[in-house]
Structures are given as C-alpha cells and as structure tokens.
C-alpha cells in the first residue's frame, strides 16, 4: 500500500490536536473491508490516525481531484453549509481544494463515484486492493454530517463490493464493524460479518447491513 509524506505529515498533527486514541483492533486476516461510523468526521480523521495498521479509504471522487474538491468546497461546503457570502467562499476553496485532493493521493483513497455509471470503478479498484492484500474501510452513513454517537440510516449499496469480489475469488470477503467509544477514546472491532452465498442475495444485503449497523452501535 503506497502512502505518501503528506499523510504521515498531517498525521502527526492530527494527532496532536485530536488526542491520543487506542485502537483494540486485530490486524486483517484475509480480504477485509472495515465498516465505521462517519460522524461528520471523526470517524474518519480517528480511524485513519490511529489504526495500528493501513487501510485504504473509500472517498467521494470529487475530493481526489483539485478542480472537483475546489467546487465542492465552493458550491456547497463553504457557502451553502456554512454560509459564507461567495468571494470568500471561492478564496477558501481554491486555499483547502489543493491541500485535500493531495492528502487523498497521499491516502491512497479509492474514489467514490456515488449514483454515477463510473461506480463500477471504484469497485474495480477495490477488488484490485483487497487482491493486493490492503483492507479498505468506509463510512457508509446517509447523513454523514450527523455528529451523535450512534449510527442512522446507512447506504448499502458498498456491499456490493462482495459481489464484485466473489467473481475473483472464491476466498470469503469479511466485513468488520469498528466502534467509536468516545469516553475510553477507544477503537474497537465488532463481530465480523460475511455473506452467505447460499441465501437469497436481497435479504442477505438487509442482514448484512443492519448487522454491521447493530454493531457499530453497541459499542
């Protein structure tokens, strides 16, 4: 797995400014996707700092590119989520846009080509690196701007990843839940879940999912 400078750079003070976290998370054993709670970023920034080992982030594909991430920051997350009036909207993203769209290259992010005819790649690429043998995580979560503890509505659409996999191998793919315990600053793993093959493939993505959603939530 290729991460670069600046992800071990920002790192060091992420971790400075979030506090020290454990993580009671075994190493992957086998192709494996972890499953965490987004929670308007700390899932991610407390994952991806604190993992005793790499994983490769699913990311909305508009961050992985300067021009998408500058229009994103412009168009939405600048003035429309937080309100600031255009001219100053427009000077923060082009600041933020080049900064980001590095870090996820530093990161090895897969893009996220959500509701887009390209989706098909990212689960190309994902397949790719679970063959290489580097787990993957996602934040699956609808609202993902939602800050409490417990986990909402999730998409499942991520789940598809084990069909994509199951065309490639016939190794089983797990799913781990990662558990955000606030109070300890603690990472903990969930009981794992897979797919069975056997089973109508509808009602195995409904167990599938709110398995790893009961999961997530019982930490």
């Known amino acids: 797995m290729r991460r670069g400078k600046l992800f071990y750079f920002s790192r060091f003070f992420v971790r400075l400014k979030i506090g020290r ?60 989520r ?15 846009s080049g900064y980001v769209s590095a870090l996820m290259s530093s990161l090895d992010a897969i893009p996220v080509y959500r509701g887009m005819v390209k989706i098909g790649e990212t689960f190309q690429e994902t397949v790719a690196a679970l063959q290489a043998g580097d787990p993957v995580i996602i934040f699956p979560d609808v609202d993902y701007a939602d800050g409490s503890d417990q986990v909402g509505e999730v998409y499942d659409g991520f789940l598809l990843v084990d069909r994509f996999w199951s065309r490639k191998s016939d190794e089983p793919l797990t799913f781990v839940p990662l558990r955000l315990e606030k109070e300890e600053r603690r990472i903990t793993a969930g009981q794992p ?5 056997s089973a109508d493939r509808k009602a195995e993505m409904v167990r599938v999912r709110e398995a790893l959603r009961r999961e997530m939530n019982e930490g």
């Open 193 to 197: 879940v897979r797919f069975d093959h």
């Open 82 to 96: 937080f309100g600031m009036p255009q001219p100053l909207a427009s000077f923060l993203a082009g600041a933020v």
């Open 21 to 80: 976290w454990t993580a009671e998370v075994p190493p992957p054993q086998g192709p494996t996707v972890y499953v965490c709670h987004h929670g308007n970023m700390r899932g991610p920034v407390t994952s991806l700092c604190w993992l005793p080992f790499p994983v490769r982030p699913w990311v909305l594909h508009v961050f992985t590119d300067r021009e998408t991430c500058r229009a994103q920051y412009r168009d939405y997350t600048f003035s429309k």
